[in-house]
């Protein structure tokens, strides 16, 4: 026994007497980025190791080339656990609330039994850091270059980045690719570097990320769990979609779990539908009696807008919803965002009331008076026509897209006057996004009322 520990010493003395000859620099470049998008060095420092043990460790690390494959069979996840009782990770998810129902589970097993799926999303894990942001516009990366006789012998090159692990560590000469761990722990304090996740914790990551990135599939499939109720709408309707709505904003905000789901029959034109949008209430869904019920008279009377469906029947790849927000064919939401509220116009008429002020004081303003009074509106009053209540909570909303999913948000008002609230893209009908005097493409609230023939009602 003496003499194998004897032979051991003396093994390990002569591969670092060897190593000890070599010299290694460890050498760290520090790129930024102008607004220009173009990357440059912005600073370089080198270090020579002193320390024989850490080159001896270094040499040996650099030496030990570990792959991607190699370093994932060595994450510890527990791939029995993957291949045969891939449900039971479910469990672990708990970023959205998901039902889980037996459509979800059909739909995610097959996913969270991929182990290509764990790989990719490992990968994704060890690349984080990557790249500039609007905040973080500086990258850096370490070089090891081992000399020998004074000859740059090896040189490899950590990944640029913000954060995160530094590999791979690519070598110059062959383009070969290390993802030993242990580099940068060697050349790193290893008491501020994170570890790399491993084992369980490593598991839930990934399953979690799977999951995350399926996350629109298993909203819609979600609506399943009404399945029953959903089908009953079959007595008046082509059910043509329903799923349950993933993200709030345009349609709906803090309502509770809400379900998509689109309706046609002979009453409607080809690309004219119905969009039930159905809550939870209690252990159901809302009652589906409220639109079998009323639907008839706003079909009718959005049908009669001839300008619209003129533009529909020349354009039969453009569509329009209705919408109905359970028994009801606008929302709180949308009220509030087309006319806001008495409150709102009292805190804009007080604001320019507050203005006038600069009309008697001898100050100059250091700001646009008529841009902050323009800006104030939109943001208390909207569209500032100042409806009542009872008047507004009349209104349909209904929604246009045409071929290019430009999309665009109106209200048939009970005044028989539809009024373009918003519009998203490069034309609306037949109106370009100039029209309504925005300069570029994209956003905006014409807030524009029409009569039924589509003359434009003069603000």
């Not at 998008?37 to 030496?63: C, H, M, W």
């Not at 979800?104 to 990557?130: M, R, T």
């Amino acid at each position: 026994m003496n003499r194998l520990i004897f032979l051991f010493l003396l093994t390990y003395q002569f591969g670092l007497s060897q190593n000890t000859n070599k010299e290694v620099y460890l050498v760290h470049n520090l790129y930024a980025t102008g607004f220009d998008n173009n990357e440059y060095l912005y600073s370089t420092d080198s270090l020579k190791i002193e320390n024989n043990r850490k080159v001896f460790d270094l040499l040996n690390a650099i030496s030990n080339i570990q792959s991607i494959d190699d370093i994932f069979r060595d994450s510890k996840i527990d791939t029995l656990q993957i291949l045969n009782n891939p449900l039971d990770l479910i469990k672990k998810y708990k970023r959205s609330k998901v039902d889980w129902n037996q459509e979800q589970k059909d739909f995610i097993k097959p996913e969270l039994q991929n182990l290509k799926n764990y790989k990719k999303y490992y990968l994704n894990y060890l690349n984080n850091g990557c790249c500039i942001t609007m905040h973080q516009r500086y990258r850096d990366e370490y070089q090891i270059r081992v000399f020998q006789n004074n000859l740059l012998i090896n040189e490899i090159t950590s990944r640029k980045s913000i954060g995160g692990f530094k590999i791979p560590w690519t070598d110059s000469l062959t383009g070969t690719k290390n993802y030993n761990f242990e580099i940068e722990e060697i050349i790193l304090d290893s008491g501020k570097k994170p570890k790399p996740l491993k084992g369980n914790r490593l598991q839930k990551y990934l399953t979690n990320k799977i999951i995350d990135y399926n996350i629109t599939k298993l909203y819609e499939l979600s609506a399943y769990t009404y399945h029953k109720e959903i089908k009953e709408l079959e007595a008046e309707f082509d059910i043509k979609y329903f799923g349950e709505v993933y993200g709030r904003g345009r349609y709906i905000w803090d309502e509770p779990q809400t379900f998509k789901i689109k309706l046609h029959n002979s009453e409607m034109l080809t690309n004219i539908d119905l969009v039930f949008m159905a809550s939870k209430q209690g252990k159901t869904i809302y009652s589906r009696d409220s639109i079998i019920s009323n639907y008839k008279n706003p079909l009718k009377r959005v049908q009669k807008i001839s300008f619209i469906t003129d533009y529909l029947n020349e354009n039969p790849e453009s569509t329009l919803d209705i919408y109905f927000f359970n028994n009801k064919t606008i929302n709180e939401y949308n009220v509030d965002g087309v006319n806001k509220s008495p409150e709102d116009w009292e805190k804009q008429d007080n604001y320019v009331k507050s203005l006038e002020w600069y009309k008697t004081a001898d100050i100059e303003p250091s700001f646009d008076i008529e841009k902050a009074i323009k800006t104030s509106e939109k943001n208390n009053c909207s569209c500032n026509y100042r409806f009542d209540r009872g008047f507004i909570e009349q209104a349909i909303f209904f929604e246009i897209r045409n071929k290019n999913n430009d999309s665009s948000v109106w209200f048939l008002l009970p005044d028989d006057t539809v009024l373009l609230y918003l519009m998203q893209g490069q034309k609306v009908l037949e109106y370009d996004y100039e029209a309504f005097g925005n300069e570029y493409a994209g956003v905006q609230w014409p807030c524009r009322r029409f009569e039924l023939n589509g003359k434009l009602i003069k603000r």
